[in-house]
Every structure is written in C-alpha cells, then in structure tokens.
C-alpha cells in the first residue's frame, strides 16, 4: 500500500510539473516532426524519471531522505520560474535567482501563486520520494543508490558540454539539482566573479548637461523601416520635426539574436571576446551613469508587477534610482504611453541616463496596434492577444508561406503604431535640446521572406541573416562646434553607416557621459564614432559558458531579404499620427 501511496505521489508531482514537457513534444511535433531531436528528448526524459523512480527506492533512509530533499528544493526554484513566466528556465535565469535570493520576501508578494505551485510540486516529490519502502534490504537493492545520482551527474555531464542548454521540458526536479552541480562548478573554477566597482576616471561629457537615452526596441527589422528601405514602413524618422535631427547609422547588426542576451549585454558592455567575464563582473551602465551625476531611469515597457526582464536581478536594480512601468496601460497602448513618460523625463530639467526597453513587434502582433493603423492586407485574424505582450506559444500561426504573408503585414502594420506612431508621439512632447537618444532594436527578425514555412521568428539554432539586422539611429538637436554635445555623427556615419554593431554602443554612452575616451575603449572597444573593424556578424551561441565556443552569423548586405512587395493591397501611405488620443 504503501509503495503505491509512493508511486501516486510522484506521479502527482510530475503531473503537476507537465507543462514544459508537454510543450516541448509539441515542439518537436508540429509543425514539422524533427524525429531524431523527438527520439533523443524521450530518451533523456525516460533516464531522469528512471532517477526520480529509483531514488524513491533506495533502501538507506537517510540517503534517501537527502536526494529527496535536494531535488525537492531544487524543483521547486525552477518550477517557481516557469510558473511564473509560463516559460523554461534557462542555466542563466537559475543563476539570477541565486543571485537575488536575498530578496525571497519581495518575491513572496509578487509570486506567492507560482511559488505555492513549485512547493506542492517539491511536497509531493519529497514525500513520494522520502516514505519508508517497509521492504527488507537486498543486497542487490544498495545499487539503488548509486543510480539516481548517476543519472544526476550524467545529467549535468550533458548540460556542461551545452553550455547549460538541453534541459527543456525535463523535470523541473533534475533540472534544478543538475543546474545547482554547474553552478558549484562554476563557484569553484571562479568563473563567476565578484562585480566590480566603477573605476575609470570622469572627464569632460561629451553630452553637456542633457540626458542620455539608450532607447530599445523589441524585434524590429532594420529593413522594414523607411529610413532603410523605400519599401520601408513609416518610422518618424525619415524627417523628424521641431528641430531634431535623426543621424541614420542604416543598417546595424546586433549582439545575438536573443532579447536577454542583447539587453543584459547593452547594460553592461559585453565585447566580442570578452562579453562573458564583462557582463558577469564588470560595472552596469547604472553604476557608471550614478558616479558621473547623472539619476538613473529604468522605462520597462513589456513587463509589469515588478517582474525582472531580460536578466536583470536584485543586485542591478540597486543603481536604479526609478523603475517606471505600465501596469494599468492596455498592451497596445503601452509603446505609446512610454513616448510621453520620456518626454517627462527629458523635460524636467534633471540630468539622467533613461533605458527604455519597448514592446515593440514581438510576437503575438495580430493585437499590438489600434483597428485605423491596419493599412497593410491582408493580416493576422485580431481580438486573440489584446492581453499579451510576448510570448514563445505560436498557436493559431501555422507557419505557413500564405500565414506569412498576414504575418508581414501585421507586422507591417504593428511598426507603424509602435515605431512611426511612437516617435511622432515623443517628438512632438519633447524638448531634446542638450540630449541624446540612442535607438535600436534587441534584434531583428525571420518573417520568412524567402519563402519556407516554420513559427521561429528569432534565437533559433541555425538563423538566417535578417535574425540580426537591426536599425541604429541617433536623436539629437543641432549644436554648435565646439559647445557641449557637439558630437559630428554625420562624420561617424561616413565611416559606419550600414557597418556598425551594437557593441558600440556602451563605450559611446560611456564617452557622452564623461569617461575619457581611451580608458574606456581599452575595456569595451570602438564608440560609434570610429570605423566598426570587426566582422558584420551576430553571435547565436551566445550562452557559451563552460566551456563552449560562441558561434557567429556574418550579414552580407547584398544577400539581404527584403520584404516582398506583393504581401500588401490597399491603404499603406505613411501618414502622421502625432495627434492620436
């Protein structure tokens, strides 16, 4: 009786924990069966149940009581997350909750639902695993033992040469405990360390006394704008008015093709060479802005109830001195809203550093924009996603070459609101006298203009170019020679148009706000102003840790998708929308 009351609990457990499985055959399913990946996932999930079974049989009490409440624990932090955001969790996410677990009490407030579910799921799993057997001890049952920690370390073996990848859809229990063994590792190798303080010297800023906007969009493709393309969508930028000048870099290339990698790079100036010890252990972009004067901003337009985005943790947000959010915006008001919390921010007189993160065209984008901006047909179905900013989930999209075709112009038409509308909104509110705004994207996307089907959009394994192609454009109002802020772009465009890349970007942001210019590029490389002298590539092995090498994309400009012409009928003239309630 017993041993079943053992077997039902696990069950429950595991049950409970389906999601990500269930997820995960399904993507290996539909919409094209990738039947190898399908036999080697069973095969690893089979091992790990073997573990989780075995454990529970094992005929030494205490031993068993210990696995048992290792893996419970460990369950229950990577079940928490992906309750939380209905996601897998990834080696780096576990090592940001690690990092932030000083705050378990605020996390209570915001997650009590998702946590409740992780320590139900880490009860159950402990109980079944930990009850007594009430079975005489066999000699041959002492193997038992030995078995699930095998199949453990066995586990961590194979995330170690994946560099932490590879535990999507298995039980949050092995997958947690095997995480905790790299982190160990990663520990005792010191290959995590310590994060600096901030100690280059402050000279003269290059941006005066303005402020220093690092605006960035989520999934916006550099060559569906109009500043990029005549085919190009509205963007507000072609020709901004009320005296701003929009200094076009064309076409940039990004750091990965992954919103986290690109972001938590962009905030703490990761290299090419070097981004991993730089972004684990050198100072953010919020405690070099704090140390030359400036308050610190934080806009982060997708997320709500003080959810961490893009792996940002407890210990960053300590050099944050304001952390703006959008809960009660309706999601395809939210871009719209943040144009006028910028333009406050950048009106009142302070001198502050403001990341904006934006929502951009993620998908879901059959409800990112209002009914009068659907100018481009025909496209997506609507009223499905009003209430979701992102998601990885692609039901309803088959990926079909015709379902692509309403994919564009959706997106088409979601640019025009959450980019073309956007700067309209900004610029007409804004006084950008004596400031700065830095604007890309996180990365761009594959809409599939050369045909095929598929859901992936970005961050897949084998991407193609467009994955990485984003727009880099600077906003500012003319300033005399020779007075602060009198930065030449238009000469930093003659030498980096449609060749430059993100990793220019922090040592430029660097420089504007007062750190002399050699100190810095000694640490993070070229600003924007010089010729960008490494190749035109993005990184999509980004998470190369332990041991694994990153792997870089090259864009050819010439072999550039375009988007097709032939997508679209009816009205998609560029209007503006500065007046839009």
Not at 29 to 34: G, V
Not at 330 to 343: E, F, T, V
Not at 418 to 442: C, P
Not at 469 to 481: E, I, N, R, S, Y
Request: charged share 20%; glycine share 8%; with cysteine.
């Amino acid at each position: 009786m017993l041993t079943k009351l053992k077997i039902i609990l696990i069950l429950a457990a595991l049950l409970l924990g389906s999601a990500q499985t269930v997820v995960r055959f399904e993507s290996l399913i539909t919409p094209e069966l990738q039947l190898l990946s399908l036999i080697a996932y069973t095969l690893l999930l089979g091992i790990c149940l073997v573990g989780i079974f075995s454990a529970a049989f094992i005929p030494v009490a205490v031993v068993r009581w210990s696995f048992a409440l290792v893996i419970a624990l460990a369950g229950i932090m990577v079940e928490t997350y992906q309750s939380s955001v209905e996601d897998h969790m990834p080696y780096d996410a576990f090592i940001s909750m690690i990092n932030a677990s000083g705050s378990l009490h605020e996390a209570w407030g915001q997650y009590a639902n998702a946590i409740v579910i992780g320590g139900v799921q880490g009860l159950l799993l402990f109980l079944g695993i930990g009850l007594s057997i009430h079975h005489p001890v066999k000699a041959h049952s002492k193997k038992l033992i030995a078995a699930p920690l095998l199949i453990l370390f066995a586990l961590a073996g194979i995330l170690f040469i994946r560099g932490g990848d590879g535990a999507r859809g298995l039980p949050a229990s092995y997958t947690g405990a095997a995480y905790t063994l790299l982190y160990g590792y990663e520990r005792s190798t010191e290959v995590i360390a310590p994060r600096e303080p901030v100690r280059l010297p402050v000279v003269t800023p290059w941006n005066g006394d303005g402020d220093i906007v690092l605006l960035v969009d989520e999934s916006i493709s550099g060559q569906y704008l109009d500043i990029n393309s005549d085919q190009g969508v509205y963007s507000g930028l072609l020709a901004p008015k009320n005296g701003v000048s929009a200094h076009n870099f064309g076409l940039a290339v990004s750091i990965a093709h992954c919103s986290a990698a690109v972001n938590m790079t962009l905030r703490h100036g990761g290299t090419r060479d070097d981004y991993i010890r730089i972004n684990g252990s050198m100072p953010s972009i919020w405690a070099y802005a704090k140390k030359a004067g400036f308050e610190t901003v934080y806009i982060d337009v997708p997320r709500t109830k003080r959810i961490f985005n893009n792996l940002m943790d407890e210990s960053e947000m300590k050099d944050v001195d304001q952390w703006i959010e959008f809960d009660d915006v309706p999601i395809q008001r939210r871009d719209y809203a943040s144009a006028d919390a910028l333009a406050g921010f950048l009106n009142d007189g302070k001198r502050q550093f403001i990341y904006l993160q934006k929502i951009g065209a993620h998908f879901p984008i059959h409800d990112k924009y209002p009914d009068e901006y659907m100018r481009y047909k025909p496209a997506l179905p609507r009223g499905q996603f009003l209430n979701i900013a992102d998601t990885g989930d692609r039901e309803g999209f088959s990926g079909s070459q015709e379902s692509w075709v309403t994919y564009r112009n959706s997106y088409r038409n979601t640019l025009i609101w959450n980019v073309g509308a956007f700067f309209d909104r900004l610029l007409s509110k804004a006084d950008l006298t004596g400031s700065t705004i830095i604007y890309t994207s996180d990365h761009g996307q594959n809409l599939h203009e050369r045909g095929g089907t598929g859901v992936v959009t970005h961050c897949s394994p084998d991407p193609v170019p467009e994955e990485g192609l984003v727009p880099l454009v600077v906003l500012d109002t003319p300033q005399a020679a020779g007075q602060p802020g009198a930065i030449d772009w238009d000469d930093a465009i003659a030498r980096g148009k449609n060749r430059s890349s993100h990793f220019q970007i922090f040592p430029t942001v660097l420089e504007m706000m007062g750190y002399d210019s050699k100190a810095v590029q000694a640490i993070y490389g070229n600003d924007l102003l010089s010729a960008n002298q490494a190749p035109f590539a993005f990184n999509y092995q980004f998470n190369a840790r332990l041991g694994r090498a990153p792997r870089w994309k090259e864009i050819k400009l010439g072999e550039v998708a375009y988007p097709p012409r032939s997508d679209y009928r009816a009205d998609h003239r560029a209007k503006t929308v500065t007046g839009t309630k």
